[in-house]
């Protein structure tokens, strides 16, 4: 008879992480093999790089909502980390009248559903008569990115001890020394964190997008959607498998850059 | 020229309701290594703040070599602080927390390499110069914080209980290299600490606070010898305090009475009427113990008394003994090992002994008329 339980311990938990790895992963293995089908179904008929061709060469619509999305996340997570930053660091470092009351708004859109957020931001153009563009979609993006990247640089800013600011103080920094070569520095990391943060949430965002988009207007995350309901799966199928590859890529590097900047 | 001469005029403070600072007053002399000791809580921090310029103080002034400073930010206050936990800057290495307020004063290229490498090797960190804080010891980072305060050649440095977080074979090499390094810079060093063995051993002069009050000031010696008054004699080094009614008087020697002792001879280090109460304390290494009644021929004024050993501790260089007198007085007496320890007669527990001291061996540190 086996009484050692430790052992039986040992088996539960590889079966529940290999369980894991197998749900999260089947689904992706399954998606990487159809875009390599040559048939248009799920029916497999045999290795073929077509669907590769058509996402390359005949999905010009495709790409552009590609490049809107990267022009939206790039433009609103640079606005979003420099406003999240020097919110931040105001909400840290410096004491003002209001700060507590400020401080619980600036966190409400955190929690708040987004299909919330994608209505008032809706109506709010609308009664602004404000023409739905790329720049609404800017802007929406960069409103919820701002709280993110808050968070990100505030908690940063936890680690550090006041005493250092008073410390540049006594050898001789003014206000805005302290600020750029100290504060500013000594926040980097989670400068970073909360643009790369920024990014992948706006490429990622569909439901805030989908009520502030208009014609021509399109990010990928919509432009899939559009697809799916015209039903051209494998060109999806070796669109995400492009995608998996190249956030796999980017994690392991941006490691790498983590690494090397903060030993 | 070196150093300011630091005058601390009738500071007050407070936070909210409570009174930390006490019209503190305090002279402190051109290049002196200057102590501010007492217990934790009693303002130290407070004082040393407002001379930063990070508090402001409710009333009073600061004035460094006759200017008053007391409205200056901190930036514009000849003064540098050495902060306890240290406070380099972590985004920068040992080179470039050093060069940072050479920097400010963009200074050349050539003058910070220069200044940098100066104070980094006065304080013995040549070796480390491309490191970043987080790789440094505790200890290395100190020497790092004295190295960038100095390097702007301050008129005083302010230092805020800098070994605190040291160990303490550490804290005793640092306090040695910490008073070399204010002899080569010769500036005035103000040392907050509340460990009186720190501020006895490096100090030109000692400031005992208390509750926000400066209760005396003076020389090591003088604060350990000759306390102000009992709160000071008991915070500084340990001792032993008798205290009765003054019965007898004369030019140089009182006599008081002692509940339980009897009489006992004192000196008169303060002017004493018959009838007042005294109170004298009595360092416990000052008080001698023998298992027979001492030879005191030709001491005539010696006290002698007589008790049982309650408790000894042996440390190695000296044994405390815990002398429980007839009158359940309980007395310390600390016995220097001079020689092999073994070698002398043994004194032990439950013994009984004779306690006897010189009465100039004795401080009278209170005296309240009646
Ligand atoms: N910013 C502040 N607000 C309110 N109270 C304060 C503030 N700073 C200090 N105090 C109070 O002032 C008193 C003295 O503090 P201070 O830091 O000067 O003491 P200290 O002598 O340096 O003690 P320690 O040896 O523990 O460092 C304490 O009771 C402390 O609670
Ligand atoms: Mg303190």
């Known amino acids: ?263 | 020229m070196k150093g300011s001469v630091v005058l601390i005029n009738d500071i007050n403070k407070s936070f909210g309701e409570s009174r930390i600072l006490n019209n503190v007053s305090l002279e402190i002399k051109k290049g002196e290594f200057f102590s501010l000791l007492g217990p934790s809580g009693c303002g130290k921090t407070t004082l040393l703040r407002i001379i930063a310029g990070f508090e402001t103080p409710d009333s009073g002034d600061i004035k460094l070599d006759n200017t008053s400073i007391i409205n200056l930010q901190p930036n514009e206050r000849h003064v540098n602080t050495i902060f306890q936990n240290y406070a380099l800057f972590p985004h920068l290495s040992v080179y470039e927390n050093v060069a940072f307020p050479l920097r400010l004063q963009k200074k050349s290229e050539k003058i910070i390499n220069e200044e940098v490498r100066k104070y980094l090797s006065m304080v013995k960190l040549e070796d480390h110069i491309k490191k970043m804080p987080s790789q440094l010891s505790g200890g290395q980072k100190q020497r790092v914080s004295i190295a960038r305060a100095l390097v702007l050649q301050p008129n005083v440095l302010l230092l805020d209980e800098p070994l605190s977080a040291l160990d303490a074979k550490l804290r005793q090499h640092m306090l040695i290299e910490l008073d070399s390094i204010h002899d080569q810079v010769g500036i005035t060093f103000i040392f907050v600490t509340h460990d009186q063995q720190e501020a006895l051993s490096v100090s030109d002069r000692v400031a005992v606070m208390h509750q926000g009050v400066v209760l005396q000031v003076g020389t090591p010696s003088q604060i350990y010898e000759s306390p102000g008054n009992s709160f000071v004699a008991d915070f500084i080094g340990e001792t032993n305090f008798i205290e009765g009614t003054v019965v007898s008087v004369d030019d140089k020697m009182g006599v008081m009475n002692v509940d339980g002792i009897g009489k006992v001879n004192f000196y008169l280090d303060k002017p004493v009427k018959t009838g007042d109460f005294v109170r004298v304390t009595v360092r416990p290494e000052k008080i001698r113990i023998t298992k027979e009644y001492p030879k005191i021929e030709g001491h005539p004024h010696t006290i002698v008394l007589n008790g049982i050993v309650d408790e000894l501790i042996y440390t190695g260089f000296q044994t405390k003994f815990f002398v429980h007198l007839d009158s359940k007085v309980l007395f310390k007496v600390f016995k220097q090992h001079v020689k092999y320890f073994m070698d002398e007669t043994p004194i032990n527990w439950k013994d009984p002994v004779y306690i006897w001291w010189n009465p100039a061996d004795g401080y009278l540190v209170e005296v309240e008329p009646r």
Do not use: C
């Open chain 1, 1 to 263: 008879m086996r009484t050692n339980s430790g052992i039986n311990k040992r088996q539960i938990s590889l079966v529940v992480f290999v369980s894991v790895i197998l749900f999260f992963y089947i689904p992706l293995l399954v998606l990487i093999l159809y875009s390599f089908n040559s048939g248009k179904t799920m029916v497999w008929r045999g290795f073929s790089l077509q669907w590769y061709e058509e996402l390359f060469f005949h999905s010009s619509d495709l790409w552009s909502a590609f490049r809107s999305s990267l022009i939206v996340a790039l433009s609103s997570s640079f606005i979003a980390t420099a406003i999240g930053t020097i919110g931040g660091i105001g909400i840290h470092w410096y004491k003002f009248k209001w700060k507590k009351y400020l401080q619980i708004v600036t966190y409400l859109p955190l929690i708040m559903p987004e299909i919330i957020i994608g209505v008032s931001l809706l109506i709010m153009f609308a009664w602004l008569k404000w023409k739905m563009s790329l720049f609404t979609i800017f802007l929406a993006h960069t409103t919820f990115n701002i709280p993110f990247v808050l968070l990100i640089i505030s908690s940063r800013l936890d680690e550090f001890d006041y005493q250092i600011i008073e410390a540049a103080h006594d050898l001789g920094a003014k206000e805005i020394d302290t600020l750029l070569k100290v504060i500013i520095p000594m926040s980097i990391p989670g400068i970073i964190s909360g643009f790369l943060m920024s990014m992948t949430l706006s490429l990622d965002d569909f439901v805030i997008t989908f009520f502030v988009s208009g014609p021509g207007s399109s990010t990928l995350p919509l432009h899939i959607y559009s697809m799916i309901n015209r039903g051209v799966f494998p060109v999806i199928n070796a669109l995400s498998t492009v995608l998996i590859a190249g956030t796999v890529l980017l994690s392991v590097s941006s490691k790498n850059i983590q690494k090397y900047m903060f030993k």
